[in-house]
C-alpha cells in the first residue's frame, strides 16, 4: 500500500506552502480532479468475439428450449 495518511498530510501541507494555497483548496481541488477523472471514464466495452457469417441463419433460433439445452450438455435431440 501506499505512503500512510499521515505522510499523504504532510506531502499535502507542504505542496499547499509552495504553492501558497490553504490545505483546504488543495484537498478540494484533488477531490474534483479524481471524481471528475471516474466521471468522464469511458465505459468498457466488451470485444467482439463472435465467430462465423453474422448473415448466416443461426440453427440454434429453431431449437426449442429442451433441444438447446440438450446441445449445451452434450444430450442428443429429442428431433
Request: no cysteine.
Amino acid at each position: 500500500m501506499g505512503p500512510s495518511i499521515h505522510a499523504l498530510l504532510e506531502r499535502a501541507k507542504r505542496s499547499a506552502r509552495r504553492v501558497a494555497r490553504s490545505l483546504r483548496a488543495i484537498v478540494e481541488e484533488g477531490l474534483r480532479r479524481v471524481l471528475s477523472e471516474r466521471s468522464a471514464g469511458t465505459a468498457y466495452e466488451l470485444p467482439d468475439a463472435s465467430v462465423g457469417d453474422p448473415a448466416a441463419v443461426d440453427p440454434l433460433e429453431a431449437l426449442s428450449w429442451q433441444d438447446l439445452r440438450g446441445e449445451i450438455y452434450g444430450q442428443p435431440s429429442s428431433r
